[in-house]
């Protein structure tokens, strides 16, 4: 997602699509470690940067996670 996108959400949206990142980047893991399968690295990737982003946002706007 584009920062702008995310900028324009509510902080409950961000809330809930914060924990709907970390649920689905816990199980990419978890199917990585288990088939060894390399191939979806780029999909984590952008998973952990748009939840780092998010992180951000929330930290900016003074909202404890």
Not at 25 to 39: F, N, Y
Not at 44 to 54: D, K
């Amino acid at each position: 997602m584009r920062i702008k996108e995310l900028r324009a959400m509510s902080v409950d949206a961000l809330k809930n699509m914060l924990q709907q990142l970390t649920l689905s980047l816990s199980i990419e893991k978890r199917k990585i470690a288990a088939t060894g399968v390399q191939s979806k690295k780029v999909k984590v990737r952008e998973m952990r940067r748009t939840r780092a982003q998010i992180l951000t946002l929330l930290k900016e706007k003074g909202v404890n996670y």
